[in-house]
């Protein structure tokens, strides 16, 4: 959000953007996206010369900083009948995720109200508060976003400092302590602005938010407490029946936050390591005694129902899902949760 | 960072006896390597188990609370960990966090009231727990009747202490029985849930079941028929679980977690969840 | 551009449904946008009118979903197979994999499928409409006045540009005209990675296969991938891992995804299709392929039900494994 | 033999039949190869996974080689004709992507073989030496 007087807002000139990664990168490793050769963005540590991104996402989402695909967790040495447990964790480093979509910083709300909740996860909860979140507002939103739905302004959003790439500037607004404390570093490179560029483009963006194939999905008719409306709904059957049980709407997902924790045997020791793990997947549920998940319908169920009606009860109604689209482009089969919403909800409609 | 306790960072565990209750049930003795109980629990509580390099998975807890000495598990052989367990011998260590989940509400809603507990096979072994602690604290509640059963008697779990100790209590009364006739068995030959409706309990009491889905399902349909209310019933939910502290997604049925909203549940509860346990 | 219509299509299902010959259709569902298709069972002809779609975009092969279809169901089910897509059919004949007998196969031709991300590369983010026109696909964006029109030599998939065949190897029905088995560079880039250094060749594949997030796509979308059991999924397998850990499990898998499907991979090229890291996994099977011809015949898995796949085979005078080396740079 | 710092680590797989016999010959008749050569016994050669393979590369052996029956002497009749497709297809895969080719092998070896078997290893640790340590196949964690 602009608001003058209440925060400062700073600009810094595009071409000295450069000059403003190396003064970020001086305290802490910088992250920002960068495309590779064929123009597909993923998150990448700056270094001298590194050119950011202009697309609009990065394919695989910011939530690796706090939750990595795979993390050790600890290691074991045994000998005999004896174990020794270490405890490997260690002080994490300062680091900046830069030009983060408004989509993408919501999934870190949704992701420490699970990790953050007593019992802390301390492996998160050390990234979390050693992460300083500079998001970037959206220029040019796609046909597959719709985080307008889940009350998301990809014009204003939040984080530890907020940025607006205009033309010319970079501008960029501190929400937070430790957005300020970022800010307060790169005083030099940065000159106090006003806020009409700003407004400007936000008005642009807003506008075309609006006119979004995607503009005006409805979530009201999920939420908590719907569980016993959808569970058994026989849209299911038609909306899973082509799923093919892979996890790539999982992996690509931002809030998705299933993981697993399996041990490795080095020869040396164990380590025992976490890795994100698909409600999609087969042997997610299974046991020695059996599986209370069998059939693919019960597992793609699990997933859609989670987002939008288990998440949202445990969870003050916040959904389970940021918009992102990323499920949407990424899909083998092209079915999403936007499809399964428009299905189930529609229906009530009839 | 080392001084904010990980949840999943275990302890150092002591197997310091393993008891063959059945063919194949083991109930394992567990202390930490300075010889205390690793942490304290409640009733119907669950710890996480694992032996590195093989797994992790959760166990409940079958010594009672009143056990400030060591818990206690019994474990069948089902999987790769308790197919490991089985083959451990006394001074094996291995590595226990917890206490998880929710316990047998024993203070509040079981408080001053008649229990029924009814069990199958290795289902004895959460009950264990809560039985004990309920004998422990005798006079705080009513009549308690157990009723539990198995495929044969080799295969009764705790066989020794339900003869010795539970069934010479006052006020207790032991029902025990099996599925098929055998030799030097004179007790009762049946299923519990049919077991169950023949000993025609009043309604005046709290029923806690656990043992295989199939026959809580037919033991919770015999105490409607003799009455009972779903308020009236709990038990014990067993999903697969990773983290034990609802994070990791795998026990999640409805909005619950039932490593952590669990697994201790009353029938009328869960009749809110969806039906994927 | 298509050349049957999505009418002929559907007449010819409905037909089918009519008669009572087929109680089911797996055909191609339209979804949100242009280019995002679902496959899906179609049972009612208002269904078909509704809601199926052929088009530029219909890239997916059904021949996999015959598997768990065949055994849900007494009846037939009506499948429309591209060519392509007729060779995996056999293959998983070949391999018994469902029952032919419920099964009404209708070959269509096909011109080509376009690859949505070349679409988005050349016309841009933010696409609400795509139409097929005789000049090529013409695509309306958020941020563009008029259409951007762009051709479809511009807009087909890789595995389209090098089709080996447009030749339908089975059917029941065969709707529009036969093609030929066509001369396809399809090996030119692994003989161009063939051609590059050790050191090139690893700094290639470390930098695909490094992008891998083990979504497991490419093997459950495979139709020669039809194990009950995977060797990944299976935790006594000793195989089983589920993340790209640190260096080495990411070349296993891959390694061992293509190799499992050596000699029965029919070359659909549906893994890179769906691979949402694009990775170029058919430069794998390919690779396999490449080298099956090479030194034990030419060998089109699929071409033909019941032939047997070169690595269940042998001959007594097979190129020893130390050889494959040199001859395989010889014939590069 | 030529020794770099670190010697390499060879896994062999030797059929029951003729290989680990011939391993067994070659120790009868004192003939030396490298203490390094780690022998693993398979019923037949075409018992190798190629996951095997892989998985001896990723717990860090630097070489691997598959000593089997001659063509046409299998135990089983035809498993080493299998095994030799499949070590030619895999290993013309890890040349592919860029494996060093040297470091894989496959060698018929008879139980009558033992000075041929001495002579393969020999040859096959001072190739895989000269290579140097795998990096290419290896896994980090197994090498804290």
């Known amino acids: 959000m602009c608001l003058k007087g209440v925060k400062r807002m700073r600009k810094c000139a595009l071409a000295n953007l450069d000059k403003l990664f190396a003064a970020i990168a001086e305290n802490a490793d910088l992250y920002l996206p960068v495309n590779d050769e064929n123009g597909a963005a993923s998150y990448k540590k700056w270094e001298e010369g590194t050119e950011m991104s202009d697309a609009l996402n990065t394919v695989k989402s910011p939530k690796d900083f706090f939750f990595p695909q795979s993390e050790d967790l600890m290691t074991f040495k045994t000998e005999g009948k004896n174990i020794e447990i270490t405890d490997i964790r260690e002080e994490s480093k300062d680091f900046v995720v830069f030009g983060v979509r408004a989509c993408d910083v919501r999934s870190f709300d949704i992701l420490d109200r699970v990790f953050i909740t007593d019992p802390q996860d301390s492996y998160y909860a050390s990234k979390r508060e050693k992460g300083v979140i500079v998001s970037m507002a959206c220029t040019r939103p796609t046909e597959t976003c719709f985080c307008a739905a889940f009350g998301i302004d990809a014009a204003a959003p939040k984080g530890d400092v907020t940025t607006w790439k205009t033309e010319a500037d970079l501008y960029l607004q501190a929400n937070t302590e430790k957005g300020e404390k970022l800010l307060a570093a790169l005083e030099a490179l940065t000159e106090e602005a006003d806020c009409a560029a700003v407004e400007a483009q936000q008005a642009k963006t807003r506008a075309i938010m609006e006119k979004l194939p995607l503009a005006g999905l409805d979530t009201e008719q999920f939420g908590g407490g719907k569980t016993k409306e959808y569970f058994d709904a026989p849209e299911w059957k038609e909306l899973s029946q082509s799923c093919l049980g892979c996890g790539t709407c999982t992996f690509v997902c931002p809030t998705c936050q299933c993981y697993d924790i399996k041990d490795f045997n080095t020869g040396r020791g164990v380590i025992r390591y976490r890795c994100w793990d698909s409600c999609m997947y087969s042997e997610f549920t299974r046991m020695a005694h059996g599986n209370n998940r069998n059939s693919q319908l019960e597992r793609f169920r699990q997933r859609f129902m989670h987002k939008l009606v288990y998440y949202p009860e445990n969870n003050d109604g916040i959904f389970g899902c940021v918009g992102c689209g990323r499920c949407l482009a990424k899909c083998p089969i092209s079915m999403n949760i936007v499809k399964v919403m428009k299905t189930l909800g529609g229906k009530k409609d009839e | 960072m080392s001084e904010m306790r990980e949840p999943l960072i275990p302890y150092v565990g002591v197997i310091t006896d393993v008891r063959i209750d059945t063919p194949d049930i083991k109930t394992f003795r567990v202390v930490t390597p300075d010889g205390k109980k690793a942490f304290d629990h409640r009733p119907g509580q669950c710890a996480m188990l694992s032996i590195p390099g093989v797994g992790e998975a959760m166990f409940s807890i079958t010594s009672a609370p009143t056990n400030t000495e060591f818990m206690e598990f019994s474990i069948k052989k089902c999987g790769c960990v308790t197919e490991w367990l089985h083959q451990a011998e006394v001074g094996q260590q291995v590595t226990i966090r917890g206490p998880y989940g929710n316990p047998f509400p024993v203070d509040d809603a079981f408080a001053g009231k008649n229990l029924l507990f009814v069990a199958g096979g290795v289902g004895l072994a959460p009950l264990r727990s809560v039985i004990n602690y309920c004998r422990h604290y005798r006079d705080r509640y009513g009549k308690i009747d157990i009723v539990y059963g198995s495929r044969s008697k080799d295969d009764l779990l705790d066989y020794k202490e339900i003869i010795e100790e539970w069934a010479t209590d006052e006020g207790v009364n032991v029902h025990l029985t099996i599925d098929r006739e055998q030799e030097g068995w004179d007790g009762h030959v049946g299923f519990v849930p049919n077991y169950v409706k023949e000993l025609n309990f009043d309604t005046d009491k709290i029923a806690v079941l656990c043992g295989p889905p199939i026959m809580i399902k037919f033991t919770l349909e015999g105490l409607q028929a003799l009455g009972f209310e779903k308020t009236q019933v709990y038990t014990t939910l067993e999903l697969r679980m990773k983290c034990g502290i609802g994070k990791c997604g795998r026990c999640n049925v409805g909005s619950k977690y039932v490593c952590k909203d669990g697994p201790v549940f009353r029938f009328d509860e869960l009749d809110e969840l969806p039906g994927e346990y | ?332 | 033999m030529q020794v770099n710092e670190k010697k390499p680590l060879i896994v062999a797989f030797c059929c029951n039949w003729c290989s680990y016999a011939g391993a067994d010959l070659a120790g009868n008749n004192r003939l030396a190869y490298p203490a390094d050569v780690k022998i693993i016994r398979v019923p037949c050669s075409c018992r190798v996974n190629p996951m095997f393979i892989l998985r001896a590369f990723q717990r860090g052996a630097d070489g691997v080689i598959i000593c089997g029956c001659h063509p046409g002497d299998c135990h089983y009749t035809s498993g080493n004709y299998f095994t030799r497709r499949r070590m030619a297809m895999l290993f013309s895969m890890l040349d592919y992507l860029g494996i060093e080719k040297e470091r894989t092998r496959v060698e018929w070896v008879s139980a009558a073989e033992g000075a041929k078997f001495a002579a393969t290893m020999n040859d096959f640790a001072e190739k895989v030496a000269a290579l140097g340590e795998n990096k290419r196949l290896e896994d980090l964690r197994c090498k804290k």
């Open chain 3, 1 to 332: 551009m298509q050349k049957i219509t999505r009418e002929v299509l559907i007449e010819k299902a409905a037909s089918l449904l009519n008669e009572g010959v087929v109680s089911g259709v797996l055909g191609w569902k339209q979804g949100e946008f242009a280019y995002d298709v679902t496959p899906a069972l179609f049972t009612t002809v208002d269904e078909l009118n509704e809601q199926f779609v052929w088009g530029d975009f219909c890239g997916a092969n059904f021949s996999k979903y015959l598997v768990a279809h065949t055994r849900k169901t007494q009846s037939k089910v009506l499948v429309f197979l591209k060519p392509c897509d007729t060779y995996s059919f056999n293959q998983l004949l070949t391999e018994h994999r469902f029952d032919r007998e419920k099964v009404y196969a209708v070959g269509i031709p096909c011109e080509g499928m376009a690859d949505v991300s070349k679409v988005k590369a050349i016309a841009g983010e933010g696409i609400t409409a795509i139409e097929s026109t005789e000049e090529g696909l013409a695509v309306t964006t958020l941020y563009n006045d008029a259409p951007v029109v762009i051709a479809y030599e511009d807009a087909l998939a890789e595995r389209c540009i090098n089709c080996k065949s447009k030749k339908h190897v089975a059917y029941d029905e065969l709707i529009g005209e036969e093609g030929d088995v066509l001369e396809s560079g399809r090996f030119d880039q692994v003989a161009a990675l063939e051609a590059m250094t050790p050191d090139e060749r690893f700094a290639f594949w470390q930098k695909e296969l490094s992008k891998c997030i083990r979504c497991n796509a490419c093997r459950d979308v495979c139709p020669a991938c039809t194990c009950e059991k995977c060797v990944f999924n299976n935790p006594v397998s000793g195989a089983e891992t589920k993340a790209p850990m640190g260096t080495f499990e990411e070349k296993m898998f891959h390694i061992i995804r293509a190799f499992h499907v050596a000699g029965r991979c029919t070359d659909c090229g549906e893994c890179s299709r769906v691979c949402p890291q694009d990775i170029p996994l058919h430069l794998l099977n390919r690779k396999f392929i490449k080298d099956i011809n090479t030194h034990y015949g030419e060998y089109q898995a699929g071409a033909e039900v019941g032939s047997r796949a070169p690595l269940v085979n042998y001959t007594t005078n097979d190129v020893e494994p130390g050889d494959v080396f040199e001859r395989g740079e010889e014939n590069a």
